[in-house]
């Protein structure tokens, strides 16, 4: 039998913080991904897409 999941601690002090800074910067834009990384993603992304499944089919 699986054992339950404990609840999720809550965040204080320097790690609340830093937590609550780091999603302002993210909802202002400030850590986006490169166009060149985007490509790579994208060009990773489609050559998984292309390999056969396991029916055989791409």
């Known amino acids: 039998m699986a054992r339950p999941i404990k609840d999720t601690p809550t965040l204080k002090g320097r790690d609340a913080?830093?937590?609550l800074k780091r999603m302002m910067e993210v909802d202002r834009g400030k850590?986006?991904?490169s166009p060149e990384?985007?490509?790579r993603?994208?060009?990773s992304y489609?050559?998984?897409n292309s390999l056969p499944g396991p029916d055989g089919k791409p």
């Open 41 to 43: 993603i994208k060009e």
């Open 37 to 39: 990384e985007l490509a």
């Open 31 to 33: 850590h986006r991904v």
């Open 46 to 48: 489609n050559k998984l």
């Open 17 to 19: 913080r830093r937590f």
